[in-house]
């Protein structure tokens, strides 16, 4: 039995909204076919971004999209990106699969994008092979209202008027990709980029510094210590992978209940990870200014087999859906600290929300994750106390139900479960606490699967779908039976 109590009057702070936020690299299928089809194509779109993925992606209400890295990010170089289309640099992506990079999809197109989904664009500079001058000119390019060389260069391609940025990194894993610097040095490198990135007018830029990789808490504590006060937020990335990162990560589809055990394990991990980097930030920055941003995060599995290894295109199972919400359960109870996180990646590329295929797409079983958690978006996090039952795997326990809860504007209170078995479903008893018993009422959606590998193909497009749902009520006390892997969202009020 896992016995459950929300205090619905005892609230713990914001959920920021960002924490469903979203990353699309210049990465395989990602951004070119997944979002970028180009205006003459016979995909229907929209100043040719297709229009069948912005409408799904509308759903969602993604709060804030990063672009255009990752690895690429600390490659690109944004001029190449502006201008006539048919004479924009070609280059060679040398990160992901060596292919042709047309440059097509530029500023202009990714602030579209944005506009489009109305969304907060996230824009990830360039450190490892761009200059100061460079970073500094793309801010100015897209936020300077007024005469200058840049602002100037900025309408003549078509846009009058600058658009609003406010979230700005200052490089990409720079331990690794981004130009595999040591901490102390990137510090240095991150104080001084970051001077250049000005605020012009009244756009305020909230700066992220690239933070650590996984466990390296000497990386947050040399970032903190040299550069926290001039910073707004450290980014920390952290992936699911079942198994070893270069010896094979696992299948998508074809996996064990072992692996399915050491998946959520490893998923669950990025709770310790939070509170240990948490803890280093507390030392300079009690105050919780600074915002911990997970901007890369999700299931890491090999790619489909035939497929181009560098497009890192993986299929999406109920295990996936699972994952994101555990993960989303676990940054709500850090929402002090977790300022926003970023799904990798939006279409196509490892834990994509959308699939596409020349002119099908599905949704993936994460997509519902999403959608289902979308309601926590901004509202005030609940006070939860959860005793629950185990998820025992050859001698090791996990908790079997995750569970968080929020309040929104409206004062409707909503939970999220989450049971990680995928054998045993869970007896579950709510007690509600600060709400009227004759008051309660409860509606809810589920995502659920027979098999552990339950996903959606295009020939089965709503294999995994969310289903309404619901529990028994008897005066503030809910009771349900989860079902074995399963997520649940419930309204009550
Ligand atoms: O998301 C794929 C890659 O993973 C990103 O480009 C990089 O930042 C990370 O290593």
């Known amino acids: 039995m896992n016995t459950i109590i929300v205090n619905t009057d005892i609230a713990k702070g914001t959920i920021n909204k960002n924490i469903y936020g979203h990353f699309a690299e210049h990465l395989g299928r990602c951004i070119y076919e997944g979002i970028w089809v180009g205006e003459d194509s016979p995909i229907p779109n929209t100043q040719g971004i297709r229009n069948d993925v912005l409408e799904a992606l509308k759903q969602l209400q993604v709060p804030v999209l990063r672009w255009p890295g990752g690895c690429f990010a600390d490659e690109y170089h944004w001029k190449d990106g502006i201008g006539p289309r048919a004479t924009r640099k070609r280059m060679v992506n040398t990160h992901w699969g060596g292919v042709v990079e047309n440059n097509h999809f530029g500023t202009h197109e990714f602030m579209l994008l944005c506009e489009l989904l109305g969304c907060e664009p996230y824009i990830c500079g360039n450190v490892g092979s761009g200059t100061v001058q460079e970073m500094s000119e793309w801010v100015e390019y897209m936020t300077f209202d007024g005469e200058s060389p840049m602002a100037d260069w900025r309408k003549e391609n078509g846009r009058e008027k600058p658009w609003k940025l406010k979230y700005f990194g200052v490089g990409n894993e720079n331990w690794g990709c981004g130009g595999n610097m040591r901490p102390e040095y990137y510090a240095d490198l991150y104080r001084r980029y970051q001077t250049y990135v000005r605020n012009y007018g009244g756009n305020k830029i909230y700066k992220i510094a690239g933070g650590a990789n996984v466990d390296d808490y000497n990386w947050t504590e040399v970032l903190m210590k040299n550069a926290g006060g001039l910073m707004d937020g450290l980014s920390l990335h952290y992936y699911t992978i ?35 980097h948490s803890t280093i930030m507390d030392k300079y920055d009690p105050d919780k200014r600074v915002g911990l941003i997970i901007d890369e995060w999700g299931t890491w599995l090999d790619v489909e087999p035939g497929t181009n290894p560098g497009f890192l295109y993986q299929q999406n199972t109920i295990r996936d859906a699972l994952v994101a919400g555990l993960h989303f359960n676990i940054f709500h109870r850090h929402a002090d600290r ?24 599905i949704l993936t079983p994460t997509y519902h994750v999403f959608h289902m958690f979308k309601v926590h978006q901004d509202a005030q996090l609940l006070a939860v106390e959860a005793s629950a039952g185990h998820y025992d795997f050859q001698g090791e326990t996990l908790p079997q139900v995750t569970v968080s809860a929020s309040k929104n504007a409206e004062g409707k209170v909503h939970i ?33 699967a027979e098999s552990m590998n339950a996903h959606n193909t295009f020939k089965q497009p709503d294999a995994v779908t969310a289903v309404p749902f619901t529990a028994a009520v008897e005066g503030n006390r809910l009771s349900m039976k989860l079902p074995a892997m399963s997520v649940v969202t419930l309204a009550v009020g």
């Open 242 to 276: 079942p198994g070893d990162f270069w010896l094979g990560k696992g299948s998508a589809l074809d996996f064990s209940e072992e692996e399915w055990f050491v998946t959520m394990k490893k998923a669950l991990h990025i709770d310790e990870l939070i509170t240990r």
């Open 338 to 361: 977790v300022q926003m996180a970023n799904i990798a990646q939006t279409v196509n590329v490892l834990q994509a929300m959308i699939l596409t295929e020349g002119e099908k797409m």
């Open 416 to 448: 999220s479960l989450v049971n990680i078995d995928p054998k045993q479903e869970a007896q579950l008893s709510i007690e509600l606490r600060g709400i009227p018993a004759d008051k309660t009422q409860v509606a809810g959606t589920i995502l659920t």
